[in-house]
């Protein structure tokens, strides 16, 4: 099987390029913007972040074999008499993004793109468990979804993958379209469209119009694309596509799932009616939202022809990955870290799951702030208040400026309810609170680290 590599006449046609040392051209089967992931044939390309710039590294890379390095053009004045190709643009950040078109145009590996407001890096994660019984698999590590995080993704696939499993994130206008230019899908979902990253994208019309970017390129490119029919905005969208695979909990799809019950620990027992057969299984994940995103994946592995005995065998697979609604038994209470990020649909279906876990008499919820939704951040946070007044929570303790709005709105039926306004403090009191018999949820926005909560109730 022959490597995929970058030659010479690609370098020509990256935009703004210019080349010095060509003569010394060797073919690039390896491209890294990380000065220690450096072997023979790896072109390094120099790109400024917040905290390093890569055009400090240049000798570094050139002694540990690099075999070409490209550059801003006004950082090549800094770099004397190197011995190997040296590649100038205007952009090296763009041109990351170039040279991973370049990559993709040579891959015969069939593309998966994936986005929407919640459950993207769960689906991501269990479509790869499920296409590995059957496929070799790459897909999306950690959360590298940006604009930098996906051109790596291609890169990093090779001619020995049948799949990508590619995840592409946004939290302003115009990034999945530039993502998705690189992707070039062959087939797409959007889980859902949610009230996330509302500081810049203003509103659910806004949401959809960012990501329906990743939809509009599958279909430019002769695509497949999957289409939740329980989401409103995608059912509307759905119905002026053609070449489209539905699936649903409550309403009509081509995948229609239904859930049968829930276990003690709010895992699902499931059914999917598909196209020709019927497909039964508890899943290892708990909640709702988590049976849609099992949903999506299914339809796209049963389309991609995996058997029902393929998929169950992958569902034994199936975990709950890291701070995302990872569930934990401990002798005496019950755990859920979702401390990754939260928005307003994410923190509600989190609470839910929380009140459906049975084998724990008492509720208790840990909260920080939702961020990135603008001058929606009060009324969202209000919202929260009312959806936890309904429920069955009978323990909350806030963190945050706008959880100290939620918390005043917090009514009898939350026996306890506590605001902190010291992170020291909240920590101090979660040290000595009884949480025997408990069910405990800690979630809140990235930013709020709230994975320190997690851990000090992990030592009691």
């Known amino acids: 099987m022959k490597k995929i590599h970058l030659n010479i006449e690609d370098v020509f046609n990256i935009p703004t390029a210019v080349i010095y040392n060509p003569d010394m051209f060797k073919s ?160 797409a979902l959007i889980t859902n469209i949610g009230d996330s990253h509302l500081e810049y994208l203003k509103n659910r019309k806004g949401v959809f119009t960012e990501k329906a970017a990743l939809l509009k390129e599958t279909i430019k490119c002769g695509g497949k694309i999957f289409i939740n029919n329980d989401d409103k905005i995608l059912n509307e969208f759905g119905k002026t596509v053609n070449n489209k695979i539905t699936f649903a909990l409550n309403e009509k799809a081509d995948y229609k799932v239904s859930i049968k019950s829930y276990d003690k620990l709010a895992r699902p027992q499931i059914e999917i009616k598909g196209k020709e057969n019927i497909f039964s299984t508890t899943l290892p994940i708990s909640g709702e939202k988590n049976v849609l995103n099992f949903a999506a994946a299914y339809a796209i592995a049963s389309e991609l022809g995996l058997t029902i005995s393929q998929i169950q065998k992958a569902v034994k697979k199936i975990k709950s990955y890291n701070k995302r609604l990872e569930i934990k038994t401990l002798k005496k209470f019950t755990l859920i870290n979702d401390t990754y990020n939260a928005n307003p649909d994410s923190m509600k279906s989190s609470l839910d799951i929380l009140v459906r876990i049975e084998s724990r008499k008492k509720k208790i919820a840990v909260l920080g702030d939702m961020f990135e939704l603008g001058v929606e951040s009060k009324s969202k946070h209000l919202e929260l208040a009312n959806f936890i007044n309904k429920s069955k929570v009978e323990e909350v303790y806030s963190i945050g400026k706008m959880m100290r709005l939620m918390n005043q709105k917090l009514n009898r039926k939350t026996k306890v309810h506590q605001h902190f306004a010291e992170r020291e403090s909240l920590k101090k009191f979660l040290k000595s609170l009884d949480i025997n018999e408990s069910a405990v949820l800690v979630k809140g926005s990235r930013g709020m680290k709230m994975e320190e909560f997690v851990s000090i109730l992990e030592t009691k």
Request: glycine fraction near 6%.
């Open 28 to 187: 690039i089967f390896h491209v890294s913007i990380d000065s220690r992931n450096i072997k023979r044939n790896t072109l390094f390309i120099a790109i400024k972040g917040e905290r390093f710039d890569g055009h400090d590294f240049i000798n570094e890379v050139v002694k540990k074999g690099a075999s070409a390095v490209l550059v801003n053009e006004k950082s090549f004045k800094k770099i004397k008499d190197l011995e190997i190709p040296v590649i100038t643009v205007k952009d090296t950040t763009i041109a990351l993004g170039d040279i991973a078109k370049l990559w993709r145009s040579k891959l015969k590996t069939k593309i998966i793109g994936i986005t929407g407001s919640a459950g993207k890096t769960t689906t991501k994660e269990i479509l790869a468990t499920l296409l590995s019984e059957k496929f070799k698999v790459n897909k999306t590590v950690a959360n590298n979804n940006n604009h930098i995080g996906v051109p790596l993704t291609i890169l990093s696939t090779s001619e020995k993958h049948n799949i990508l499993v590619a995840e592409l994130g946004t939290n302003h206008f115009g990034e999945i379209s530039y993502t998705s230019a690189i992707v070039r899908p062959d087939l």
